[in-house]
């Protein structure tokens, strides 16, 4: 037994020996660079992802117009009062890009009109993870948040999500 | 009333005369009183018959759609995806478009003449549209008549079935022109001659039937009517009383009286009782005619037909598949009766008397060809909607299924568990599977298969089987520790080495690794990629039994979670469909929204009545719920998925877990892509050992489906908090301290340094 604990001893003394500093200092990385590396990110040398990445990107800026077209024919159905034919198609458009921050945002937006605060939230700050560096769309994010809080009467965290906003200026 | 009162006062002194007439107010009175409650009897029964008969309405179900498919520039679709999708929308291929429901095509370009579709926010218009497409995409749409783009178009969807929203059971539904004459004809001879004639009941066939009885000297013939009969189904009482019978015969003459002889005759045919497979009843002729011949009922011969007829009177005492000599006479007296009624010649009774059965061995029918999902559709509407809103007559209901994913995923568990079977030396069919595929972003469930052969649907094991789920449990944990950034990063330390654990019974818990191996240190990353046991059952204690369960919760999950080690190891006994649950929060990045097959309701104008929305709930912190998602494509990268890597090199990453419970009773995969999450359980419906573990065999379903539909694969988009650091790689012992490898942290928390092991 107390074999078995020397050597355990022995064996983390060793390792610890290996250890390492993280190789880069742990400083703020540009956004830029961010991106970089994580397109190298998941070890495969071929490195897959930047391929898929760039084709991606390429897609996503072919399927633009029909977003657009989407989101203005959702403004068309809120102009008219018809918020849920407007919720209904900025889903339509959420099915063609899942990820695309605005349209959460849009989204967000007609259930603050439908007076549905906590979906409004939640949806706000889905945006807001999908954000990436859109610090304006993310500073419209927190003001509509902290306006559902408002209307949700929870003055603590809407003025939570107004300093957020104010540090996204 | 005004009299009686004038005389009351004079009654005193008249005693003789007082009790006479007081009695003749208490029989009056007695009378009104009577009346009132038959009267009132009456209405309640009217309305009941009503009720019941408009809730079912036969003759015109709810068409159920799946998904449209959407085209616009920029949508990944090869030439020969759209055009298989156009005949599952039932498209014309042509050579001149001249109608809607056609197209052609040529190399890169499809022509298209689209339908007229009601859909909740709008209408699809008719036109004729080009679609042109290259590098595998669609690049452009344009309107034939003006030549101008069109930005998005809608396919009018497939109609994957019909079904009464209010009424539990699969059937195949006849409408009363689709009646064979010879169902009609032969049901009128045997079961209620002057069923055109009478008015509900009919007494002349009562008198027919006991001058027969007498005759017979024995109860041969019911004298129901096939209105009462109806009724008798409808309301589902089988005992034989006066007082039944009666309300019976009052129950037919409302029904003749508000409904036609076609509609009456219509539900007859669609209501009665002919059958039983397993716990299910079989009703109506449609239904009948797959589940005795595979057939449709406009396919059923003579005799056939009258091999059905004679069920009606008692389908287990003549049930054709154990009593086959007391079918065959049952049969051929109702051929009898139709030659002596002059409906069929002599020299035809005598062909169909001489022909056998011809009932087919197993009973294998659905009226859809989704049974598993229309189950849930069935389900999600009883949960959802308005009783009041499912009773309009012809509904449409939009749902979320994508036929092509569908198709995919039927075709592959057949084919895999084939193959498993044979691989393991189970007789074939000994292998169970359940899978649900949904689109994890918005919880629309795609595609869903409740049993290896999919024209099944006796047990729907995707929602009603409930299994432990195994290490599919152990995200929860992880993304528990998680949560605590300032204690715990994807690197952290774990202990590996031999745990045992006092229980509170006094017995003492060893959890064990599956290679029966201790690996002491190991860092967090890999405790999860690699599923180790120990390592894992002393960090979901550190972190506290209930605050693993709260994340489970968070996650969606909503079953019984007993508060016990054993649930870090997964002993909690969940459905696929829950798994997926769990599985989509962490998929869509933290956000649970609740599954959904429903997307609309349209009355039969295609007037929109319900939309159902993007609902979301909980929502764990992106930071948590990304890495959470970064350590299940760990799992894949270098863990007990890695698989998945050789196999489908092109589609990574792709993030996922493996699940075996113990004696590989149960294999579990949960995996997925950017926008698709497919959970696949195999395991065996008598609990005995599947032989198998996650990733030999559900996970080799998941992949088989995923090489068809070629998800798109997972690109993370971390949260501001994130950032990326490079650190030693960690993925496999013998590799720490050479490689480096970039790993994701929450910037406030990255630590200086990492021991690597």
């Known amino acids: 037994m107390n074999m078995q604990r020397l050597s355990l001893i022995l064996i983390t003394l060793f390792l610890s020996a290996c250890a390492e500093q993280a190789t880069k200092s742990v400083e703020l990385i540009p956004v830029e660079e961010r991106n970089a590396l994580i397109e190298n990110r998941p070890s495969l040398t071929e490195n897959p992802e930047a391929a898929t990445q760039q084709k991606n990107k390429a897609a996503d800026k072919q399927k633009e117009p029909v977003i657009v077209a989407l989101l203005n024919e959702a403004d068309q159905f809120s102009k008219q009062g018809q918020s849920e034919k407007a919720a209904a198609t900025i889903e339509r458009a959420l099915r063609i890009e899942p990820k695309n921050a605005l349209l959460w945002h849009r989204l967000a937006v007609v259930r603050m009109q439908q007076q549905q605060w906590q979906q409004a939230i939640v949806m706000a700050r889905k945006s807001n993870a999908l954000a990436a560096n859109n610090k304006q769309l993310k500073s419209d994010n927190w003001a509509l948040i902290a306006a559902a809080y408002d209307n949700l009467g929870d003055e603590k965290k809407a003025n939570e999500a107004r300093n957020k906003q104010s540090g996204q200026a | 009333m005004v009299k009686k009162r004038k005389t009351t006062p004079k009654r005193k002194p008249q005693t003789k005369i007082k009790k006479k007439s007081l009695l003749k107010l208490w029989m009056i009175q007695l009378i009104v009183i009577l009346g009132c409650l038959l009267l009132s009897y009456c209405v309640w029964l009217d309305f009941q018959i009503r009720k019941e008969f408009e809730g079912k309405r036969w003759s015109v179900p709810a068409r159920v759609y799946a998904q449209p498919v959407e085209l616009y520039a920029g949508r990944e679709f090869e030439q020969k995806e759209i055009i298989e999708q156009l005949q599952n929308a039932s498209y014309e291929a042509v050579k001149k478009l001249t109608k809607p429901g056609q197209f052609n095509s040529r190399a890169s370009v499809i022509n298209l003449y689209t339908r007229d579709f009601d859909y909740w926010d709008g209408a699809e218009q008719a036109r004729k549209l080009r679609i042109q497409l290259g590098n595998g995409n669609i690049t452009k749409i344009t309107a034939l008549d003006n030549g101008e783009a069109v930005q998005i178009v809608r396919l009018s969807p497939a109609l994957i079935g019909k079904i009464f929203p209010l009424d539990d059971e699969d059937r195949v539904l006849i409408a009363y022109e689709e009646i064979p004459n010879a169902l009609i004809k032969a049901l009128i001879s045997i079961e209620d001659r002057d069923f055109f004639e009478h008015v509900g009941i009919d007494p002349k066939g009562i008198l027919r039937s006991i001058f027969a009885n ?253 299994r432990p789920i195994g290490s599919l449990v152990k995200p929860a944990i992880y993304m528990t520790a998680l949560q605590q950034s300032d204690k715990y990063h994807v690197l952290s330390t774990l202990d590996d080495s031999q745990l045992v654990l006092k229980q509170k019974n006094g017995k003492s818990w060893t959890p064990s690794n599956y290679d029966n191996k201790t690996h002491g240190n190991v860092p967090l990353v890999r405790s999860i990629a690699k599923s180790y046991n120990i390592s894992t059952v002393r960090l979901g204690m550190a972190l506290g039994l209930e605050n693993v369960i709260q994340t489970l919760r968070n996650l969606g999950v909503t079953s019984n979670i007993p508060k016990l080690p054993s649930i870090l190891l997964g002993s909690i006994n969940l459905s696929p469909y829950e798994v997926t649950q769990m599985y989509q929060t962490i998929a869509s990045g933290g956000l649970q929204i609740p599954l959904k097959t429903i997307r609309a309701v349209l009355d039969k104008d295609g007037k929109p009545l319900r939309r159902y929305d993007l609902d979301v709930r909980e929502y764990i912190e992106p930071e948590t719920a990304f890495l959470t998602q970064y350590l299940l494509t760990e799992v894949v990268q270098n863990g007990t998925a890695k698989r998945l890597t050789r196999e489908l090199p092109s589609l990574m990453p792709l993030a996922g877990k493996t699940g075996t419970t113990n004696a590989l009773r149960d294999s579990w995969f949960a995996g997925f892509g950017d926008r698709l999450l497919a959970v696949v359980w195999v395991g065996r419906d008598d609990n005995q050992t599947a032989k198998l573990t996650g990733s030999t065999g559900a996970m080799q379903i998941w992949l088989d489906v995923m090489k068809k539909i070629k998800p798109e694969p997972l690109i993370l988009v971390e949260p501001e908090e994130i950032e990326w650091y490079e650190f030693p790689d960690m993925s496999n012992p013998a590799e720490s301290c050479n490689k480096i490898k970039a790993y994701p942290f929450v910037k406030k928390y990255v630590p200086n340094y990492i021991n690597c092991f």
């Open chain 2, 214 to 466: 007498l005759l017979a000297g024995k109860i041969a013939q019911g004298g129901s009517t096939l209105t009462q009969q109806l009724i008798k189904n409808m309301f589902l009482t089988r005992e034989r009383t006066y007082s039944r019978k009666l309300n019976e015969m009052i129950m037919a003459l409302m029904l003749e009286y508000h409904y036609t002889k076609e509609s009456i005759l219509a539900a007859y045919v669609n209501e009665i009782y002919l059958g039983q497979n397993g716990a299910r009843s079989i009703h109506g002729f449609g239904t009948a005619a797959e589940f005795y011949f595979s057939k449709p009922l406009n396919e059923l011969n003579i005799a056939e037909i009258s091999l059905l007829v004679g069920l009606v009177k008692g389908a287990s005492y003549y049930n054709p598949r154990k009593n086959p000599q007391r079918a065959l006479d049952r049969r051929n007296l109702v051929l009898q009766l139709l030659h002596e009624q002059e409906f069929i010649s002599a020299a035809e009774f005598k062909r169909a008397a001489a022909t056998s059965l011809g009932v087919v061995k197993k009973p294998n029918w659905s009226s859809a060809k989704y049974p598993a999902y229309l189950d849930l559709v069935r389900r999600h509407i009883k949960r959802d909607y308005r009783i009041d809103d499912l009773r309009n007559e012809g509904l449409q209901i939009h749902t979320t299924l994508d036929v092509s994913k569908q198709e995919a995923a039927q075709n592959s568990v057949k084919f895999s568990l084939t193959k498993l079977d044979k691989e393991r030396g189970f007789k074939s069919g000994e292998l169970q599977t359940a899978l649900v595929m949904v689109e994890q972003h918005n919880g629309e469930v795609l595609a869903l298969v409740g049993d290896r052969n999919k024209s099944q649907n006796a047990f729907n094991r995707a929602l009603d089987a409930r």
